[in-house]
């Protein structure tokens, strides 16, 4: 049934030119996932990769460019820039009064504060990709325990074209993803994402296949399908506020009287949480290497549902929840539920972050093990989304959809 589906979708000349230009796309960032930079020896970045461990926080960031980030590579610091200033500016918007009076203007208040997310994206590329350069051209400080040369030439000359190729990667990286987002598939930056960590995934699982066997390869396995599944079950569920709107005459016609609901997601913020905390893990880290110091070093739920604002708008459109009164006791009557509820959605979202470490000890795996983490959190959501949006086109073609 499924492959059906997905046969139809392909004969779909639209969907099927959509889905090929995201392959391409995917294809094209994992080519620039692999090119060096120049001034960087390739030869000694591959040995360094080949007899250094690299977990830790430095390594989960590694796992976020799909290993571009410790060779260097054009794509050095893939999507992450990116991340980090949609996530500042999604929170400036609750503290800086233009940014929110620009997020309530619609489109064009969109267009602006993408624009915004650009700029300091650069920025943001600018500031990684010096600390990251500093950081690689001493022996054994970006890929601790291995001293090769990295950088052989440490010319001011040679850092700068470095910086602005690296840079200058970053915003290619942002202009694919938003081609994915215009005339593609899905969420161009999840998509890509998604990419990075998935083609991480093979040389892991044959990794622990090398290390434990196969009997310990099938177990992993079987533990993994259980964990996606757990985790789509998860990720599925929503607490469902039941919400009417009254009816309204005008004229000759009658409009309202419908009844809907607000779905409330157990896991309503997604992976951001687990990446903008291992985002601020890491800059300790980063300072800590920069300086070569050897000193010891969740409110996103608000943001993405806002339960005053959610109240306002069912107020001016005539919606009220059956029981409540509008206004404020809706507002508290929402706020109720998405603090009951963001309780074992933390819970859960902290669980499997700690799954790598579980297996670390069970198994002896590296730390970026394959089904656990923001990489099997990532892979399902953007899985899930992507299947949506794909099921979605086809019912607007008379077509069946396929996650039911």
Do not use: H
């Not at 590694?62 to 060779?71: E, H, I, R």
């Not at 601790?144 to 001011?156: A, F, K, L, R, Y």
């Not at 998604?194 to 434990?212: D, E, K």
């Not at 902290?350 to 297996?359: D, K, T, W």
């Amino acid at each position: 049934m499924l492959l059906s589906v997905f046969g139809k979708a392909f004969k779909t000349p639209d969907l099927r030119r959509k889905i090929f230009f995201t392959l391409s796309i995917m294809a094209l960032f994992r080519f620039g996932s692999v090119v060096p930079t120049p001034g960087v020896s390739y030869v000694a970045v591959q040995k360094c990769l080949a007899n250094v461990d690299t977990g830790g926080l430095l390594g989960l960031v590694n796992l976020f460019s799909g290993g571009a980030l410790l060779q260097l590579s054009v794509f050095a610091l893939g999507i992450m820039p990116y991340i980090t200033a949609s996530i500042i500016v999604q929170l400036l918007t609750v503290v800086i009064p233009r940014f929110d009076a620009l997020k309530k203007e619609g489109q064009s208040g969109t267009a602006k504060l993408t624009q915004y997310t650009r700029y300091l994206t650069i920025g943001l590329a600018i500031l990684q990709t010096s600390g990251l350069i500093a950081v690689a051209r001493t022996p054994g400080r970006l890929i601790q325990g291995c001293n090769e040369n990295i950088i052989p030439d440490t010319s001011w000359i040679r850092i700068l074209t470095m910086v602005v190729v690296m840079t200058a990667g970053t915003s290619v990286v942002m202009w694919l993803g938003e081609l994915i987002t215009d005339r593609g598939v899905g969420n161009g930056m999840s998509i890509l994402i998604f990419t990075s960590i998935a083609a991480t995934f093979p040389s892991q699982l044959w990794a622990i296949r090398l290390a434990r066997g196969w009997f310990t390869f099938a177990f992993i396995m079987a533990v993994g399908v259980l964990i996606v599944a757990a985790v789509v079950f998860v990720e599925q569920s929503q607490r469902r506020i039941p919400v009417q709107y009254a009816k309204k005459q005008i004229g000759r016609r009658e409009y309202g009287g419908t009844t809907t609901y607000i779905p409330i997601k157990v896991n309503q913020s997604g992976v951001i949480p687990v990446i903008f905390a291992s985002s601020l893990l890491y800059i300790p880290s980063l300072v800590a290497n920069f300086t070569n110091s050897q000193a010891p070093w969740y409110f996103y739920v608000a943001i993405t549902f806002n339960p005053e604002e959610t109240a306002e708008n069912m107020r001016k459109y005539g919606g009220f929840i059956p029981g409540i009164r509008a206004g404020k006791p809706t507002s508290d009557y929402l706020q109720y539920v998405l603090t009951r509820i963001t309780a074992p959605g933390s819970l859960y979202l902290a669980l499997v972050a700690i799954i790598p470490i579980i297996a670390l000890i069970l198994f002896g795996a590296s730390q970026q093990f394959p089904f656990g983490g923001t990489a099997i959190l990532i892979i399902v959501g953007v899985g899930l989304d992507t299947a949506k949006q794909i099921e979605s086109q086809l019912q607007q073609r008379s077509y069946e959809g396929f996650l039911r």
